[in-house]
């Protein structure tokens, strides 16, 4: 008898695999009960689906050269569906999902069975031949095996018995319509839409998680009892009781320090779907910096410690593993699969479910019954918040909960989010609020272009020696950066931060930082500083910007003030560079910002009138961008009703095109890099790269070109621009030579 493997080094016999991926699939139906409320009998289709999805791997060319075939399995284990004892509907649904579980349907069209009534002898009646070479595997070893596998599912000595195969079982797998069941998918798609991504997704899921190695979803542990581990329940503050006992969506407002993410988690505790093993729900932290996002990956492993219930996604979430000595090929490849109870993301990595991205079947799935915690919402521009907006009420629909918090939303935005769903609000009283104050206002009259003796006038420097910590000067673009840390660096010892290093660089200032603090006289940096360094500042002194930004660049100064109830200084420019205009849009907040600080010129910013203060610095822009933002929701939703579930996301390439950043080698590491690739040292290559904005590539095009025609490299941009890792990259033409 020969014999039928579904997997290779290590040899893995076709029900050896199948058993491994059932077991999968029974642990996601015990944890997503809401699936069945969604789409009832989900799980006893998906069942089906899984048992038969590799029965086609028995053909005798995948056996022997299974990557040089040039056939699909799948189409070979669709026609066995037909022996199910279930209505049409259900059997197609089945088929569907075992056909789809690698390629979507469209980029199977060319290579699907049509009728030989005009074309002659089929490539899958040849296949066929090539499986059927096995059927005594199949008949002895694989069915015989389906009763106790249906038992064993099921929880019955008296399963279903819906696999009925005939005598005459070879004659019927010849006759499959595939032409009839494309036609099916085509009339049903709209009143099947949802059991059609959760078919495919629930497959892809235990498929790929089986093909791990792992046999079961994690789940997450009682949160409230690992939080009281670091906060006992009677210090709790007010909102974080609230927000403990709130069932249903959340907008929680709260001072910066307060702790709104030990709120966010105990909300998350509170609406947890669970069984006896433990929380169920998927749970996605949402935030939209890779820095912070890397921090509170931190933060969470910390409560939770296993790295495999603590997820991290976004574009370079692999190097951050590799640069935390965790097992990075491993995780990164769980992150992207329905197994990590807990992740912490961009919302980016999220719309993929919607875009029609990827598996987005998987996704959606996950998503389904979700808790969403999206913090520091304001931050994004008025495209993405417009497409967040529209994936909130997706995410309504498939029984997820959401929870928004942030310390300054404008009243404009908090209208937008609850124009979505129902929310319950939850704000820090005044009182409890203004206990939070860190901060006194100046709003200086001048700009960067003085500098030096806006630090004499200011006394910055005397404060810097008194707190032994230094001061940091914020500035709104990487150009006004490098050119204050030119003017500062010969009188003072000066450490330049922002976004044109690479992440090496990047990396190796940071930990000089945290590690050395004291012995910097000033730091300049851009906005990078608002999300990333857990440091306290002496002082700042920062240029104009929206007010909601200028909040998040406070508090980097005197972090723990509130602590003591001690008030630190902040100084505030009037005037920025002509660059500020491009940056900041519509840039009237930008001047209305400055006005309002201005009538609290001199005294303490109360943490309670924050909130107030930031709508009104939107107030004359407001209605302008709530049009701006609907217009993108608007256009995502309408993009989100054309994804098809099993069909290549028509919008896929745009939206990489939207949301991918280019990432860039600088010219004088390029030698450097090709090494890397020669030794297959992939990971090493992150630490050369520099993000960079797409308006720096347009205006510099002619100093980029690919690092080889061939190989990775094709992949790979270079930058033909001056680099120096003191100062990053700068927009001057590289005149040669390498730094070693």
């Not at 199977?108 to 030989?116: K, N």
């Not at 059927?132 to 389906?146: D, G, N, T, V």
């Not at 608007?634 to 028509?650: D, H, I, S, W």
């Amino acid at each position: 008898m020969k014999l039928c493997y579904a997997k290779f080094n290590p040899h893995q016999f076709l029900e050896c695999h199948t058993l491994d991926a059932i077991n999968v699939l029974k642990s996601i139906k015990n944890a997503f009960p809401w699936l069945e409320e969604l789409s009832p009998g989900i799980f006893e289709l998906s069942f089906y689906a899984v048992l038969l999805h590799d029965i086609g791997k028995c053909a005798r060319g995948f056996q022997k050269k299974k990557n040089k075939w040039g056939y699909r399995h799948e189409i070979l284990s669709v026609p066995f569906v037909q022996f199910l004892d279930f209505p049409e509907k259900e059997r197609n649904l089945i088929a569907l999902a075992i056909l789809t579980h690698h390629k979507t349907l469209d980029e199977l069209e060319e290579i699907l069975p049509v009728s030989t009534a005009e074309v002659g002898p089929l490539e899958f009646d040849e296949k066929l031949e090539e499986l059927l070479e096995r059927a005594e595997y199949i008949e002895k070893m694989f069915l015989p095996r389906i009763p106790n596998i249906e038992a064993y599912y099921f929880g019955t000595t008296r399963p279903p018995r819906k696999f009925n195969f005939p005598k005459d079982w070879r004659e019927k797998l010849r006759e499959f319509d595939f032409q009839k069941l494309r036609e099916w998918y085509k009339d049903n798609l709209d009143a099947e839409r949802k059991t059609l991504a959760f078919m495919r997704g629930l497959l892809n899921a235990s498929d790929h998680l089986a093909s791990a190695g792992e046999l079961e979803i994690l789940l997450l542990p009682d949160i409230a009892e690992r939080l009281e581990l670091k906060i006992p329940r009677g210090k709790l503050r007010p909102l974080q009781v609230e927000a403990f006992n709130s069932e249903g969506n959340l907008l929680l407002r709260a001072p910066t320090g307060y702790g709104k993410t030990e709120a966010a988690l105990l909300w998350a505790n509170r609406n947890a779907f669970r069984n006896k093993e433990g929380i169920t729900s998927r749970i996605f932290y949402v935030l939209p910096y890779k820095a912070s996002i890397n921090a509170m990956h931190q933060r969470m492993m910390d409560i939770f410690s296993d790295p495999s219930l603590v997820g991290v996604l976004h574009s370079s979430a692999s190097f951050y593993l590799y640069t935390s000595a965790l097992e990075y090929r491993r995780l990164s490849s769980l992150y992207h699969k329905i197994y990590t109870p807990l992740k912490v993301t961009t919302p980016f990595q999220l719309m993929k479910a919607f875009f029609g991205v990827g598996f987005h079947e998987m996704l959606k799935t996950e998503l389904s019954g979700s808790l969403l915690i999206f913090d520091e919402i304001h931050a994004y521009e008025p495209n993405v918040l417009g497409i967040i907006l529209a994936m909130l009420n997706e995410l309504e629909g498939l029984k997820a909960k959401i929870m928004v918090m942030t310390a300054t939303l404008p009243d404009f935005l908090e209208e937008l989010i609850k124009n979505t769903a129902d929310f319950k609000e939850l704000k820090t009283p005044a009182e409890e609020a203004d206990r939070f104050t860190r901060h006194r206002v100046h709003v200086v009259d001048g700009g960067m272009a003085s500098v030096e003796e806006l630090i004499d006038e200011l006394g910055l420097h005397r404060k810097v020696k008194k707190t032994s910590r230094p001061a940091l000067i914020a500035c709104n673009s990487v150009d006004r950066a490098v050119s204050v840390y030119k003017e500062l660096s010969g009188d003072y010892r000066v450490l330049l931060l922002h976004s044109r290093f690479t992440q090496g660089d990047r990396e190796a200032k940071e930990k000089t930082l945290l590690e050395k603090i004291s012995d910097y006289d000033f730091v300049v940096a851009t906005q990078v500083v608002e999300v990333s360094l857990d440091v306290s500042f002496s002082t700042i002194l920062t240029e104009p910007a929206p007010l909601d930004a200028l909040i998040q660049r406070f508090g980097r100064v005197n972090r723990q003030g509130w602590r003591e109830g001690r008030i630190e200084d902040v100084y505030v420019l009037t005037k920025g560079s002509d660059a500020d205009r491009k940056i900041y849009k519509p840039y009237k907040v930008v001047e209305e910002s400055v006005k309002i600080l201005q009538e609290f010129d001199g005294r303490e910013l109360r943490e309670s009138i924050i909130p107030k203060l930031v709508s009104k610095a939107y107030a004359h822009v407001s209605d302008e961008l709530v049009e701006e933002v609907r217009y993108y929701q608007k256009m995502a939703q309408e993009v989100f009703n054309n994804v098809k579930p099993m069909m290549k996301g028509e919008d896929e390439q745009k939206f990489y095109k939207m949301f991918n950043g280019l990432e860039v080698v600088p010219g004088t590491y390029q030698g450097t890099v090709s090494k890397l690739l020669d030794k297959k040292m992939g990971m090493e290559v992150y630490k050369y790269l520099i993000p960079i904005p797409m308006w720096l590539y347009h205006a510099e095009r002619e100093n980029f070109h690919p690092l080889s025609d061939r190989g990775r490299g094709k992949y790979i941009l270079v930058a033909e621009l001056e680099y120096d890792p003191e100062k990053g990259l700068q927009r001057v033409p590289l005149n040669g030579g390498e730094i070693f």
